[in-house]
């Protein structure tokens, strides 16, 4: 993969800024520390802590972002695999999830850490309340020299509200804290054009922005054995966190020391955009759209250069079923995606709405219906979709 012109000069920046980072979020993988085999690997754990301590004794704040729990949560209950339905996964992580957290507390006490459990589910990180609480949690537990360890909160989260692997719930969790970086720790040593051993598989080095993964070949690499994620949610929890402004690096678990300190290893996420809303974020990443809005040409013009609400004066046709408040897909009109929004009618309103603007709509069905279809503040662009 050829690196593209000024490349050195932005991974050397961002090298900088991962090892200067005076708060960093650190994210572990289930394969990394368990095995359904043996439950936890104690040694790999040692080794993940100590590089942690030794961070932290050195002037920085870490954050942990640990899967494991239903892991190791397995070999206690007598499970040979991991559990496809949600109850058995619900349960082995409440078996789990002690044991983890007495093995990070055990191995931490031998270098001065004391580590505090936060388990957070998705809707703690989309509802705003719950979002405020979560963050003065994590804030409050740095101000008092504690290591905070986040989890899912397996034991209770549902399907319909679930992260779906804990790469991404990093990526939000470094937004919340406002992380200076974050490490994504793997079984894989870097991002590669194709599968480790494949032949003619390339390291890539950095990765300035969307551009450079179209060649990038990423399914079917990663954990695959205990774990829910893969290269592809790495690579996505990296561009989230560059979408939101962090500076990521992703590298295995046993470099962990020297990606901290910002060496030349792994892969490096440059930043593409400042800081975002949570909801923004979500929405561009996370957020599964119930249906889609199709605009016209001059609709999606105003969209795309512009950055306008979408009115229903450029609405001209609607797919899918939606309430109101719904994520939704912006289309436009060959079809392509464009945007991703909080639709505020539903999907049987709009219709009766096509062409007109917000005066007429507040004239034909009263004031509540005086606004957008989509508001400029609940809206993203899909350049910033992966």
Do not use: C
Not at 98 to 120: E, I, R
Not at 145 to 165: K, L, W, Y
Not at 170 to 175: G, I, Q
């Amino acid at each position: 993969m050829t690196a593209p012109a000024g490349a050195g000069a932005d991974l050397a920046a961002v090298r900088t800024a991962v090892s200067g980072a005076k708060r960093v979020v650190v994210k572990i993988g289930s394969s990394s520390l368990t095995s359904v085999a043996g439950g936890l690997d104690h040694a790999h754990l040692h080794a993940l802590t100590a590089a942690l301590a030794a961070h932290r004794a050195a002037g920085h704040e870490v954050i942990l972002v640990s899967s494991g729990a239903i892991a190791a949560g397995l070999e206690p209950m007598g499970i040979s695999r991991r559990p496809k339905d949600l109850a058995t996964q619900q349960a082995a992580a409440g078996v789990g999830q002690s044991l983890l957290m007495a093995a990070y507390t055990h191995a931490l006490a031998g270098h001065g850490v004391v580590p505090g459990q936060v388990l957070l589910t998705a809707d703690d990180l989309i509802r705003r309340s719950h979002y405020r609480n979560a963050q003065r949690a994590v804030d409050r537990l740095l101000a008092l020299g504690i290591m905070p360890i986040v989890n899912e909160n397996d034991t209770v989260a549902t399907r319909e509200i679930r992260f779906g692997d804990n790469d991404r719930l990093a990526a939000l969790v470094a937004h919340l804290a406002h992380a200076d970086a974050l490490v994504l720790l793997s079984d894989v040593d870097a991002l590669y054009t194709a599968p480790p051993g494949t032949p003619g598989a390339v390291h890539v080095p950095f990765v300035a922005g969307s551009d450079d993964l179209a060649a990038v070949g990423i399914g079917g690499v990663g954990e695959a054995g205990v774990g829910t994620g893969g290269m592809l949610t790495k690579v996505q929890a990296a561009t989230m966190a560059a979408d939101s402004g962090i500076p990521t690096v992703l590298t295995s678990a046993p470099q962990v020391g020297a990606a901290l300190a910002g060496a030349d290893l792994g892969t490096y996420f440059g930043v593409t955009h400042r800081r975002r809303q949570t909801r923004l974020l979500w929405l561009a990443h996370l957020a599964e759209t119930h249906g889609s809005v199709h605009v016209d040409a001059g609709a999606a013009r105003a969209l795309l250069r512009r950055g306008t609400s979408l009115l229903a004066a450029g609405v001209t046709a609607v797919s899918g079923e939606f309430e109101a408040g719904d994520p939704v897909d912006v289309r436009d009109p060959a079809g392509d995606l464009i945007a991703r929004g909080m639709v505020n009618f539903a999907s049987h309103e709009l219709p009766g709405m096509f062409g007109m603007s917000i005066d007429a709509l507040g004239d034909r069905f009263g004031g509540d219906y005086r606004k957008e279809v989509i508001h400029r503040n609940d809206l993203v662009l899909t350049d910033a979709v992966f």
